[in-house]
């Protein structure tokens, strides 16, 4: 079973709407991640944390907003996305920021109406 | 070039059989290398990390060749729970340090009976 939790699992949400998805890691890592997965798409890196602190945001739309509170724990907000924002958003956590492998969580499904 | 390149497949292959897959990866100060594997509606799961010395770890065999920026998983005698994904992973070595890992679009695995 994953270390790494996301919830929720499935979400539809409308456009003028706001939601956060939350993701929570429970292998004592001090690096995670939010990835989009879009169908027909690699996975895309959209932000990284290491030691609560952002070090990447990969060209995000500020749409997307992260938090992250502690080492265990990372929040995307969502407000006022777009049909084509409309993804798996996986969340992922390694040891540290640098050449370890990462291990995912089962991913939020995304649908924006 | 795209960063991590991978024939999308599908590969049919038999039951028992041997396949190959390929990857090439353009950023030359790379330096961890990954294959993912990817089950349907599924998160992305650690198969195996890239050596440049090559690794097995039973039917499976990964190389690498850092001069021509390529990657190989070989899989011997194939089972039917192969089917899957395969993704391969690239970490994004940038300056001093690398910030999560880059993914190809991924190989699709079909083992037929």
């Known amino acids: 079973e994953t270390g790494v939790t996301q919830t929720p699992r499935h979400l539809v949400m409308g456009m003028t709407n706001k939601k956060s998805l939350k993701c929570e890691q429970h292998l004592g890592h001090n690096a995670m991640y939010w990835y989009k997965q879009s169908a027909k798409k690699p996975l895309e890196l959209m932000f990284v944390y290491n030691f609560k602190e952002q070090t990447e945001n990969n060209s995000v739309p500020s749409r997307f907003s992260p938090e992250c509170p502690n080492s265990s724990h990372l929040f995307l907000h969502l407000h006022t996305l777009q049909p084509e924002d409309s993804a798996l958003y996986l969340c992922?956590?390694?040891?540290?920021?640098?050449?370890?492998?990462?291990?995912f969580g089962q991913g939020t499904r995304l649908t924006v109406v | 070039r795209k960063e991590v390149e991978q024939d999308p497949g599908p590969f049919n292959v038999p039951e028992g059989a041997t396949v190959a897959f390929n990857c090439t990866y353009s950023?030359?100060?790379?330096?961890?290398f990954f294959w993912y594997r990817q089950d349907c509606r599924k998160e992305p799961k650690l198969l195996m990390s890239v050596y440049s010395s090559g690794n097995e770890d039973g039917r499976f065999t990964a190389q690498l060749n850092r001069a021509s920026q390529y990657i190989s998983l070989l899989i011997r005698d194939s089972k039917l729970s192969d089917s899957a994904t395969y993704l391969c992973?690239?970490?994004?070595?940038?300056?001093?340090?690398?910030?999560?890992?880059?993914f190809g679009k991924g190989t699709h695995l079909i083992i037929q009976p």
């Open positions: 950023n030359s100060a790379s330096q961890s």
């Open positions: 992922a956590s390694s040891q540290d920021h640098s050449n370890t492998e990462a291990f």
């Open positions: 992973v690239v970490n994004r070595a940038s300056g001093g340090g690398a910030d999560g890992l880059t």
